[in-house]
């Protein structure tokens, strides 16, 4: 069973910082993608920034150069460094990860895992 473990969240002021960290294990052979989305009050989940095989990343633009996204896959931990943070990136925040999971037997399965959320917020 594949677990993530999210930390890092909490209150900051506007123009602020915070890191987030996602670790996940379990019985991972491989790690094909790992992001972040996240959800407001009264709105609909959303992507935050992704990062795939061969380091490729992309942001939602609300965030682009102020929001980076890096893995360890030593690890398998994804962060989010936020930077410059405003009151509209108040949200629950949600780590994702597409991973292949290996069996005693060999058999292999690709599947989506979701993280228990951490809660950001951004006073003005």
């Known amino acids: 069973q594949v677990q993530l473990v999210e930390s890092g969240g909490g209150l900051v002021q506007a123009g602020g910082s915070l890191r987030l960290s996602c670790a996940a294990s379990g019985r991972i052979f491989s790690l094909n993608a790992m992001g972040w989305y996240r959800q407001a009050p009264g709105k609909q989940r959303e992507l935050v920034a992704r990062?795939?095989?061969?380091?490729?990343?992309n942001y939602a633009d609300s965030v682009k150069g102020r929001f980076t996204i890096s893995r360890d896959n030593a690890k398998i931990t994804v962060y989010l460094q936020m930077d410059n943070l405003k009151p509209e990136d108040t949200a629950v925040y949600y780590c994702?990860?597409?991973?292949?999971?290996?069996?005693?037997?060999?058999?292999?399965?690709?599947?989506?895992?979701w993280g228990q959320g951490t809660q950001v917020t951004v006073s003005s």
């Open positions: 994702n990860a597409l991973l292949t999971t290996a069996t005693p037997g060999g058999a292999r399965y690709e599947n989506t895992y």
């Open positions: 990062i795939i095989s061969g380091g490729i990343t």
